[in-house]
């Protein structure tokens, strides 16, 4: 499974981005989808998730409300839509996927493949 997260860029505080994370593969319906977020000097950290059929979904507190997850298995992408940014959500944003039945959505070690990361820099 190879995914290609695109999207980032700069904006500045209350805008909006989509970014985008699309997947090889034939079975992507198949598999759950999430999205965490590293800033300079702090650890990866979890963002949101969606389950492989997109029926739920899974936000960390600090986005819920502002941010939305969404897939189109048809296009195998899955995007995830960041509302009323603030510079506290500047970060590099990585998707990541796994084969595997996931328990904990919100944990590193859930998901197996990894996408190269896109930055997002909101400026205040």
């Known amino acids: 499974v190879q995914l290609q997260a695109s999207g980032g860029g700069l904006v500045q505080a209350g805008g909006s981005l989509r970014l985008s994370c699309a997947a090889s593969?034939?079975?992507?319906?198949?598999?759950?989808m999430g999205w965490f977020r590293q800033a300079p000097g702090k650890e990866r950290e979890f963002v949101a998730a969606?389950?492989?059929?997109?029926?739920?979904?899974y936000y960390t507190e600090s986005v819920q409300g502002r941010f939305a997850l969404s897939r189109d298995n048809a296009k195998n992408t899955v995007y995830l839509q960041m509302n009323s940014l603030s510079p506290e959500d500047t970060a590099v944003y990585y998707c990541?996927?796994?084969?595997?039945?996931?328990?904990?959505?919100?944990?590193?070690?859930?998901?197996?493949?990894w996408g190269q990361g896109t930055l997002v820099t909101v400026s205040s």
């Open positions: 990541a996927t796994t084969r595997k039945a996931v328990t904990d959505y919100a944990v590193n070690s859930s998901y197996d493949y």
């Open positions: 969606i389950s492989w059929g997109g029926g739920r979904t």
């Open positions: 593969g034939r079975t992507f319906s198949s598999y759950p």
